[in-house]
């Protein structure tokens, strides 16, 4: 039986997460305290103890869900991927696991890429809504029918695509889909239109510290969100890597990719148990 490991992506933190790895796993205080010192900020603390303002914030919230999944995974004694895979970035995460990048330098591309995320925010008025209750083909031509930027951001299941895009496009967007008969149509608690054009200057901020770290042959194949396919060449790895910014993630085409390339098992490393709901949906 074919086992894969995949991982989570923002907006599964919380409040007290990875403790139990801190207090319970050998080697996990290490990465801790190694972690401390590359982000220049006691993230731990903010981790276990919150407040929970601090923890949502992008450039405490994505090193934070990075260092509970990789964790999970660099500490787990019969860790032995056959494949992996991230949501969006979950990703960044996954190719620790398959040993393309070192703790460290996935560190601080998570960190380059939540303070490039976060600037890019700043820039226009912008957010993502969850649609539930519609395929993913209606989900495309209403965002197309609406004369200002939306489009699907996160194809997560079967019937649930999160839309990206400016506040006008997003408030625009909701109503459609409610006049569309949609099971729900709602704003979601994040602070920018992630994986959509206006991520644009993230991604060039992104390139240079990409292309400066170095990457490694993978153990295993990696599935990336951009192309729901398996990758094992270093320079496609990067490339889908950086597009991954401006890009929709195909997490239903890669887990159906998956499973048709005869994985049955999947085992879900980090913060909370939601990418297994999702898988649990899809065929």
């Keep these: 039986m074919k086992k894969a490991y995949v991982f989570p992506g923002q907006g599964s933190q919380f409040v007290g997460m990875a403790k139990d790895l801190y207090e319970e796993r050998k080697g996990a205080r290490a990465y801790f305290d190694q972690a401390n010192t590359i982000l220049g900020f006691d993230i731990a603390k903010i981790m276990f103890e919150g407040p929970e303002e601090d923890l949502l914030q992008t450039s405490v919230t994505q090193p934070a869900i990075f260092l509970h999944s990789v964790i999970d995974a660099l500490t787990k004694e019969d860790f032995d ?3 992996v895979a991230g949501h969006s970035l979950g990703e960044f995460s996954a190719l620790v696991a398959s040993k393309v990048l070192s703790f460290e330098d996935g560190l601080k591309l998570v ?44 194809y997560n299941t079967v019937g ?81 890597l950086l597009k991954q910014l401006t890009a929709p993630v195909l997490w239903t085409q890669t887990i159906v990719q998956m499973k048709g390339d005869g994985f049955e098992t999947f085992e879900e490393l980090g913060p909370g148990k939601v990418l297994t709901g999702l898988i649990r949906k899809i065929k």
Excluded: W
């Design 160 to 240: 649930q695509v999160v839309i990206s895009g400016s506040e006008e496009g997003i408030d625009l967007a909701i109503e459609k889909f409610k006049e569309a008969g949609a099971r729900m149509a709602i704003k979601l608690n994040v602070n920018g239109a992630f994986h959509s054009p206006l991520m644009k200057s993230a991604e060039e901020e992104l390139a240079a510290q990409i292309n400066e770290t170095v990457f490694h042959k993978p153990i295993c194949p990696i599935y990336q969100n951009v192309v729901a396919k398996p990758m094992l060449e270093l320079h496609l790895i990067k490339e889908n």
């Design 81 to 83: 991927p056959q494949a």
């Design 111 to 154: 960190q380059a890429r939540a303070n490039a995320m976060q600037k890019a925010c700043n820039h226009q008025k912008s957010g993502m809504a969850a649609i539930i209750g519609m395929d993913d083909s209606t989900v495309k031509e209403i965002c197309a029918s609406i004369d200002a930027l939306v489009i699907p951001a996160n």
